[in-house]
């Protein structure tokens, strides 16, 4: 099967190293520290609101948003029963090469003397830069290289840091949560890979495409500290003070009412009432996407709360009802569900922020700027997303074949079975018997 | 069996949504945002010293207390085989509810210009008010519905918003770290419910009431996060600067102290000498609640440490020897042993903040509000509890029959056995084969 | 067997309950809360720097920090099969004692009035020096009892305190993230203790002595959590404000390249390209390590990316070749790798620092007072790692015998089978049908 080289021994290393070498030339060149002598001239529409009265002021707001890409994003990924340590692991990867070029491409837009001046504001914007991938790894997750999937970062990010410019500089639109920009633009872009990368082999299911009792509790850990620290993603970069606050009340009540709506439609759908854990893996945080653009706007808590209510239900009924049909009928098959949890909720926000801004619910802001920027980050995704799988269905990246899809063992070591026990042999017994050294 | 209406299909989707719409309307009528602009008219003993110089100022505190929460109890509760799923599935749906229910209970004795104005402050409470019914939850984990698990929400988030009230205000106690309000009123609370839901046909042990080995590793996510940050949770509200800082020495002091007997003791009374993962689980947190109402009171490292060392001894003790005979003698049934990780160490910690104010050792305090402070909780829990109990009794919440206690698949959706491996068939091999669609 | 008499239940608890009975008294003397009065005679040559403005500043990087020490290191050593009660419950009792010792022995350097008094600072510090312990204990997981290691505990961080001391004080060197202090002390120290208690028994390997799926899901918890808060390790006890920035900076970036380094290199060093678990869980880290002294220095952000490239090279090959020499040729069997994560990481560290310093990128520096510090701490953790290894392989601590290494259920009750299903009998189905009571 020449199509299916999914051995990564020469491939894979010499990716990783020089995408890594070519990142620490450009850093050489390019980065210095921020020693807050910087010259001001930086365009950025927020970053002149958002100069930190001390350098490590954003720090605690930093580290939350660094635990929800990081923990959030990699378990809730490791539903799937055997494909937990590509979820966590790949995560890892992805996220640690994507912030690194995320602060590339981001700082290249806000040179100051000819350099990008690191400081924690800009590491949370490389880190937020990363969860676009995320969102998109979880589209293609299980059917895709880890080569693949450092393509599909390099170029993603890049385009994520074009519409970002446009959005927040240019169009001058509010989307302090990044409903629009991070969540809609990395789950559209996400399904348009997934449609280039189409495969009919697995539209009947696959065995490995389900989840185990104990792999569905390690998703709960990214899904409850996602819920938990979401409040930090949608105001770490708001203006500090009160209206910061204003982004984590809204944030908070968002979710909090959120969880609501996803249990009750879960179980007003599901067979004899029963929940869903996918459900509520995933519908339980379409409040926190849903409420991002609006999060520092003025549209009182009851405002937020009806969002999150809202974005539940869409999101569960998505689960239910759109996947099933994306797949059968659009042949985009969406393996974690992110147009769900992320693409309608995204739009959603977009959409809230366009009602917001029109009844002046926030200063300086203006409607068509808000429904242009929702236009770009949509228009961005489809397109560069399209284009992305296009190059990664080039036939040299390692792919795995249909049958070894959603199974870590094609690209990692997995502790073997147990041989001697092999009459009653179950996944929870692949023990590797290493030989101690 | 008709008294066994399990299903949940109309009864918990009507319920939960109607509660989450009845709060959104009362939001929009109570709640708007902090501005900073308030008359001060606050009645709230502790409030007035801790108007934060900065909004965001108790924002990180927040966040620690908000992981103990969702993650902390969640977690915690994971240790049976097969009730995961509802342990953190349902703590999270209770908190979800549970702080939008105490943001309003608590505010509406703090009304300023008739509005509820929310802050960091605020919401810090709110999820104080869940861990409530987080605790009771913990008491008749396994043998109760969402739909009944609400009502206990609801009715147990207003007690105790009563009994914080006239705590905090009317006798103007001490209780910085809430042994009291929220520690022994939780556990007492849920040891009533329990009381009232005694179920006979548990009385010999029940197969699912126990783990395995996976699920108590679970467990010890939940534990761990706690007692990191229970310093957090017993200084979140204490007065800003050196008083801050004397909560969290006592509370760090106290854990460290309490571990050591607590596996001190396990060991002293298990078999052959071996420690007990519900011991560890569990007695090791006793000395952040026992430390709960002294922790800003001027009792010297050393007074913490003993508070703490006495803590994890009794805890110990009282999983071995008192959960026992409260289940054989009194009918009281606590899953999670409630009594020993909240309600005596709560009881400790109310008769030493009793002490140490009676020495002084708290300005302004008076020995005998705090003794009416412990008398006022404990009388709350207990009526409120029973009351709750029997609401909570009637026959038509869905409560579970006995053999379906402690198993999420009443509830929930559970991953299904693979056929084709029926006869090794193990609890970690039961996997849901989806259909990819 | 008389010389394994691994019944702990009388000399445990004698010996944990003494030494903390003794902790307390010593407390009682000598530690006060910080209440911000002191004469300033402090000689710690950083502490001058660091009176915090406000006493709570420093408390989320406490917070970062104690993540680290507790979820961290207890979660990474979860990955073996049949260990994870022992990883995350002793490195609970290992490091809860460990802090009141460290807050004593550092602090009778740095009396004030005769009195050591707690802070922020102090707490940082005290959780720091327990970091030794926690990589020593990885050297010898699985092979030793808890009364062997709460001798460790107490040995070690003495001897750490002295060494600490005259490093930071007497040779003023520059270690600010503890690459040699810690990472290359207690990974030497660890070694040395392994080789005293060298098992030729175990030389061919042990059945329990590796892992299952779900145990290297569990070890990435702790990796992440390390990963993520490695910046906060490396600046907390930074000078505050761009200095501080500077530790965030340069750790953030070092561990994000030391990540593709790893990747790269587990992949080109494995069988069909493939990667492995044990690199991931660990190389991945080692960029932290080695950044750690020169982290506050301006090498510059690709200075910092080069330091953790080359880390996660070396880490990663150490597993693959060195640590199986080490063991056959040297007697040193070092069950979690701690020389590739900590031992050579925190050599290189100390190296760069040397060099750093040379080239003048941190004022005030002396290379040859780093070269004397990284020779001290060798020194101090062989030599103090080898007597206390004499002390812990007198035979009467309970040490386990061979065929019982890396096995919970020497130490702990474990949930025990499920008897009716003997025939398809797998770890994950060890049940412990507890009665309920």
Not at 16 to 35: C, G, K, N, P
Not at 45 to 53: I, L, P, V, W, Y
Not at 224 to 252: C, E, H, K, R
Not at 292 to 299: K, L, P, R, V
Request: glycine fraction near 10%; charge should be negative.
């Amino acid at each position: 099967m020449p199509a299916y080289a999914t051995n990564m021994r020469t491939k894979f290393p010499i990716v990783a190293l020089a995408l890594e070498i070519i990142t620490i030339i450009l850093f050489a060149v390019f980065v210095v520290y921020d020693d807050g002598k910087g010259h001001g001239h930086d365009t950025h529409s927020n970053e002149t609101h958002h100069k930190e009265a001390q350098p490590m002021d954003l720090y605690p707001m930093f580290q939350d948003v660094h635990v929800m890409i990081f923990i959030g994003f990699g378990f809730l990924m490791t539903f799937l029963k055997r494909y937990g340590f590509s979820s966590v692991g790949l995560n890892l990867l992805l996220a640690a090469f994507g912030l690194q070029w995320g602060l590339l491409t981001q700082g290249l837009w806000h040179l100051d003397d000819g350099k990008i001046k690191v400081n924690i504001f800009k590491i949370i914007n490389a880190d937020f830069s990363t969860a676009t991938v995320l969102i998109s790894f979880g589209a293609v997750l299980g059917k895709t290289s880890p080569v693949q999937l450092l393509i599909m970062t390099i170029l993603e990010i890049t385009v994520f840091s074009i519409n970002e410019h446009l959005v927040a500089t240019v169009l001058k639109a509010n989307d302090v949560g990044a409903s629009m920009i991070i969540h809609a633009f990395g789950a559209y872009f996400g399904l348009a890979v997934a449609r280039v990368l189409y495969r009919p082999g697995l539209k009947n299911g696959h065995e490995n495409n389900g989840s185990v009792y104990h792999s569905d509790l390690f998703a709960m850990i990214g899904t409850v500290f996602l819920w938990m620290f979401w409040p930090s993603f949608n105001s770490a970069i708001a203006d500090a003070g009160f209206t910061q606050l204003t982004a984590v009340v809204n944030t908070y009540l968002s979710l909090a009412a959120c969880v609501l709506s996803a249990y009750a439609i879960s179980s007003l759908v599901e067979h004899k009432g029963k929940l869903d854990m996918v459900h509520i893996q995933n519908a339980t945080l379409a409040g926190g996407v849903a409420v991002g653009t609006c999060a520092d706007m003025n549209i009182g808590p009851y405002g937020a709360m009806l969002i999150g209510l809202v974005a539940g239900g869409i999101s569960t009924l998505g689960f239910k009802y759109l996947t099933p049909l994306l797949a059968s009928k659009l042949g985009i098959q969406d393996t974690c569900g992110v147009h769900n949890l992320h693409g309608m909720p995204g739009i959603l926000g977009g959409l809230a922020g366009i009602v917001a801004v029109a009844l002046g619910k926030k200063e300086g802001g203006v409607a068509a700027m808000q429904a242009a920027a929702l236009a770009s980050s949509l228009g961005f995704a489809l397109v560069g997303g399209a284009l992305t799988g296009l190059i990664m269905k080039l036939p040299f990246w390692g792919q795995p074949p249909d049958q070894n899809c959603f199974d870590d063992s094609i690209y990692w070591e997995v502790p073997e079975e147990e041989e001697e026990n092999e009459e009653s042999l179950t996944h929870a017994d692949h023990s590797k018997n290493k030989v101690e050294v």
